[in-house]
């Protein structure tokens, strides 16, 4: 299924949209070009015999000190009983001046939106396009992203010890 669905993004986008697939034993993952990531949600969505109209989840994972950021979509398709794992990796600096950015999939899939302000706000990916990126769990004036590997507890916040 997973080289099916490459070669239909590759025919219909180019080849530089899909960098490769990794086949796992639970779940294949189709690796994705950042700047074809909307074109190709756009294309699961609404190919017929694909139709992934369900986007579950979004997590990010900190490859530290590599820096490098996967962010990873867990997509399925309802009447098709169908799933794919969709992943874009994201050199960055880890600098908090420069987040890696990716453009944002919540006008595709609405549930995208919550996913988007969570790892926005936990790991500090910014979601290029999203209506109301802000921070979800924290204070708005909160410093850093606490699940980067390389995050370190601040002592206080206004004047009140944490640890």
């Known amino acids: 299924m997973i080289a099916q669905i490459k070669d239909q ?3 219909a986008l ?3 949209a899909v960098i490769r697939t990794d086949e796992q034993p639970l779940q294949p993952i189709l690796v994705v070009h950042a700047g ?3 074109e190709i949600a756009l294309f699961l ?3 017929e015999g694909l139709y992934f109209d369900f ?3 979004i997590s990010v994972v900190d490859y530290f000190p590599e820096g490098r950021f996967d962010v990873v979509y867990h997509l399925a398709s309802i009447p098709y009983q169908t799933q794919l794992t969709l992943k874009v990796e994201l050199p960055n600096d880890r600098s908090l001046e420069h987040l890696p950015e990716i453009p944002s999939v919540s006008s595709v899939w609405r549930t995208a939106d919550w996913h988007e302000r969570e ?5 500090g990916v910014y979601f290029v396009g999203h209506p109301d990126l802000r921070r979800i769990l924290l204070p708005d004036d909160w410093q850093g992203h606490p699940l ?3 995050y370190e507890d601040p002592e206080t916040y206004h004047g009140i010890a944490i640890k």
Not at 119 to 123: E, G, N, P, S, Y
């Open 14 to 16: 180019g080849e530089g």
């Open 36 to 38: 074809y990531l909307l």
């Open 119 to 123: 790892a926005f706000d936990l790991m």
């Open 148 to 150: 980067r590997k390389d």
């Open 55 to 57: 986007l579950s989840n």
């Open 45 to 47: 969505r609404d190919t």
């Open 9 to 11: 993004i590759i025919n």
